[in-house]
């Protein structure tokens, strides 16, 4: 029961008090690119889920050998990159070779497993100490954060594109920053952030 | 024709018409993340630079028979080899008291959007000369944003440049915060554009592409790397045209309608729901 409580707690946090992506810039470049298909969240949402729970599930197992803990970081990075290249690669050549995807599918998958957000996952739950069981919370909270960001960019972004008001000079990337800035200062409320003074 | 083509021209694309912070939207992270003071907007401007050069030279130099979804894994452990060396060089030697947060940081440029969409659009299709110029004309044009961003952030934030004290009336911690950042990123590519629009017309104005246009994926009717083709590469046959992200196609842009396709999409799944609104706008 405890195991489950501190799974569902550690991905609600991700998702909401601490969504990466809105209130960290986590993966930003690729929520807004993907906020344009709708239709692709879902397959987002499971791949990004999907490769940062099995990665921050190894690099939690990697994270729990003694000679870790005195390692540098510069060697902890390292090491979670090359868990995140191999999952990556084995997941890719086994979707490749067994089940014939094409390039459009592996291009997506690489979108998905290799970004700012999926790398982020396994540093995160070192620094904030997360339990194994955690661990996989934050890796499921990462792709639902990531959608949720990415449905609510695209919500707006259809909205600015519509709007007649805004001046020539601010319509496009102008007004998107300044549409993402409005989501990011909405979950900054939840994290109890100073913003004057 | 590759050679035809000067330095010059490849960085006022590949710095200013289509910076690829302001412009491209690529590479967010380092800069929203992270760059809250000038200094540590000065060590990620350098790494992110030396990251993006050999990567891209690499990249064009040997990666051009590789397929696509091997080369994004080959990005990663380029940059994995350049960027955890740097960072364990300043960790050993004390050059620098990294925080926690810059550790993390730091890594994470290997994964970095900006990396793949230049080494996928550019390298992989042209000449190391020309390769060497896209990722210097690239890695300036985000250099000056990231250094300017800290600054301002840690003025405002901080009252501060460089970790001297300026007194300011008022500080503004929010700008320390991602949103501070992003709403100063919003002002700055409204400037750009109005720079554009000024300096090179033939490249902006109403042929400046709607956001969603700049992300179009590869599923999208909008095809790859045309404005940078159109000036500078040449094609590739052997090469399948599928890259992770796009630049704008100057023709297909209707900036006045939104580009989504898929309004249609939603509104089928609207009425399978039972909900009766009207994405698309046809009911009157």
Redesign the interface.
Known sequence: MRILTDLLMTALYTVFAQNLV?????????A?????????FGKFALMISGFSVVTSTLCSLIDSFKPMEAM????R??I???V??GV??IV?AVM?LFFGSS??I??????AA???L???IP??NN?AAYSFAGSIGSGIGAGIAFVLAAALINSG??K???N?DIPE??????????Y???L??AF?GFTD????? | MSNNISFKDVFIKGAVIYNPV??Q?????P???ASTTFARAAMLSVVLCVELIVTCTVASALFKKI????R??L???IG?AI??????YI??FSLINLS?GM??Y???I????MT?VHCEQFSVKNSVKLSLYDAAAAGFGASIIILIVGAVRELLANSAIGGMPVNLPI????MA???????L???M??GL??FV?RMYPQNSADE?????E???????EVTEVEIFDEFWAEPQPEE?P?V??SVPEKTSVK??????S?AE??DELLKSLGIDID?KGDKQ
Do not use: Q
């Open positions: 809105l209130s960290s810039g986590l993966g930003m470049s690729e807004i690119r993907v906020s344009t298909k709708p239709g692709t540098p970081y510069a060697v990075a390292a979670y990159a090359g995140l290249a990556y690669i890719a490749r390039a459009k592996l291009g997506t998958l690489g979108i290799l970004n700012t999926v790398f982020t540093h995160i620094s972004s259809r600015l594109a519509e007649e000079i601010f319509k496009g990337t102008p007004a998107m920053f300044f993402v800035a409005m990011s200062l900054a952030s100073n913003i004057f003074g | 302001l412009i939207l690529v590479g967010l992270c800069v929203v993340a397929p696509r979804w091997v994004v894994l990005y990663l452990i994995t960027i955890c060396p740097l960072l364990w960790e050993s926690l550790k993390i730091i890594p994470l290997a994964v970095n959007s793949a500080t503004f911690k929010g915060l991602p949103f501070g950042c992003l709403i990123l919003g002002f590519a409204a554009k109005a629009a400046e592409p709607v956001v969603s700049v992300f179009a994926d590869e599923n999208s399948v599928e992770p992200m900036p006045a309608e939104p580009s989504f898929t999409e939603i994405i």
